[in-house]
């Protein structure tokens, strides 16, 4: 059997929070810069110049992707903010899942009321017709949730590894 490497990559919908925090930097930048007219004027240039700059890395910091890599069965879920930085959110063996579903009522009813310890939404939107959800124990013996939106290359991926545990 050859190796197994997919990835994929997908950018985060923006919500109304991170909108939200985006407007706020806009108004501080005015915010500063009226002040900074009002009493500091000589100044004015390099405030409004460091106050833009901060806006600038609070509308990177809100702006997130998402990378799942699948190597020889073993999922990595990455979160990007802002094409700088870069944070592993999960790494799981498939052969660890206890199901792998799209999420639709027929196959999400049994976990409804499941308690879980971890749930990781990692899908580019919540109304995505594309989003799957995986159940499984991680390292600590926790339930964990993970839902996210992998394309048909990684569904072709896991089902080598866990054929039965696919739904579709």
């Not at 899908?123 to 992998?150: H, M, W």
């Amino acid at each position: 059997m050859s190796d197994v490497f997919v990835e994929h990559m997908i950018k985060q919908q923006t919500t109304v929070r991170q909108y939200c925090i985006r407007g706020a930097a806009i108004v501080g930048v005015l915010v500063v810069s009226v002040l900074t007219l009002l009493i500091l004027y000589t100044l004015l240039p390099l405030t409004v110049f460091l106050a833009v700059w901060g806006a600038r890395a609070v509308f990177r910091a809100t702006s997130y992707e998402f990378e799942y890599i699948v190597t020889n069965g073993e999922l990595d879920v990455d979160r990007i903010m802002g094409r700088r930085s870069r944070k592993r959110v999960l790494t799981v063996n498939c052969k660890d899942f206890e199901i792998l579903a799209p999420v639709k009522p027929e196959y999400t009813e049994p976990y409804n009321t499941q308690p879980f310890a971890r749930r990781i939404n990692a899908a580019g939107s919540p109304k995505s017709q594309a989003r799957y959800f995986a159940v499984f124990k991680d390292r600590d013996g926790a339930n964990t949730l993970l839902i996210f939106e992998p394309d048909e290359r990684m569904l072709k991926a896991f089902r080598v590894y866990i054929p039965r545990k696919i739904k579709n």
